[in-house]
Nanobody, 128 residues
């Protein structure tokens, strides 16, 4: 069982930056690929970024955030991050971190259904 808690959301002007954190309670955090998803009002939850369990096997991004967002993790601190730069109003959403349903998946998946553990979300609002 992995419990996740997001933090770092807030209100920012377009062009600004925010850093989201996802703290995990489980000591097996380092065994799981992790992902960030977001859900805007009236829309379905969508993939944002994912990182392999070790970080070494790669990071993956949605086209809409590539080049602006950076996902990373610190397994020693049981924490994952999402650095968001050059924010746009269309980035406004609730952001959720999630842990994979299986351990040691080499290539993290973008499929929402493959993530078994979810945080409660943190709200990001980007004003124009």
């Amino acid at each position: 069982q992995v419990q996740l808690v997001e933090s770092g959301g807030g209100l920012v002007q377009a062009g600004g930056s925010l850093r989201l954190s996802c703290a995990a309670s489980s000591r097996t955090f380092s065994n799981y690929a992790m992902g960030w998803f977001r859900q805007a009002p009236g829309k379905e939850r969508e993939f944002v970024a994912a990182i392999s369990w070790s970080g070494v096997f790669g990071t993956y991004y949605a086209d809409s955030v590539k080049g602006r967002f950076t996902i990373s993790r610190d397994n020693a601190k049981n924490t994952m991050y999402l650095q968001m730069n050059s924010l746009k109003p269309e980035d406004t959403a609730d952001y959720y971190c999630a842990a994979d349903s299986v351990t040691f998946r080499r290539t993290p998946t973008q499929e929402l259904s493959q993530y078994a553990y979810w945080g409660q979300g943190t709200q990001v609002t980007v004003s124009s």
